[in-house]
Nanobody, 113 residues
Framework: QVQLVESGGGLVQPGGSLSLSCAAS???????MGWYRQAPGKQRELVAS???????NYADSVKGRFTISGDNLKNTVYLQMSSLKPEDTAVYYC????????WGQGTQVTVST
């Protein structure tokens, strides 16, 4: 059973930066990798995604601040977050779509003074 293991969340002050990573425990022929987030009382939303050939897509709220990247050979997806705002506070989930869709367990990102 392939699992996705996330790391890199934590507490950061507004304007700060954080990097998230997500690695699959086994081999996946991925079609799409992405990051979602869910804030308390809100629905899970797409933050960013990257296709196997490198095409990226971002939520309007994070454009210019977040950067997604991926390593197809390592089945790893990264999210570099900068200029963080309190409204970025959420649990962040990675997602890898292949023959089966996989989800990470979630990592908390808190942006606060």
């Amino acid at each position: 059973q392939v699992q996705l293991v996330e790391s890199g969340g934590g507490l950061v002050q507004p304007g700060g930066s954080l990097s998230l990573s997500c690695a699959a425990s086994g081999s996946i022929f991925n079609i799409l990798m992405g990051w979602y987030r869910q804030a308390p009382g809100k629905q899970r939303e797409l933050v960013a995604s990257i296709t196997r050939n490198g095409r990226t897509n971002y939520a309007d709220s994070v454009k210019g601040r977040f950067t997604i990247s991926g390593d197809n050979l390592k089945n790893t997806v990264y999210l570099q977050m900068s200029s963080l705002k309190p409204e970025d506070t959420a649990v962040y989930y990675c997602n890898i779509v292949g023959p089966i869709t996989y989800w990470g367990q979630g990592t908390q990102v808190t942006v606060s003074t």
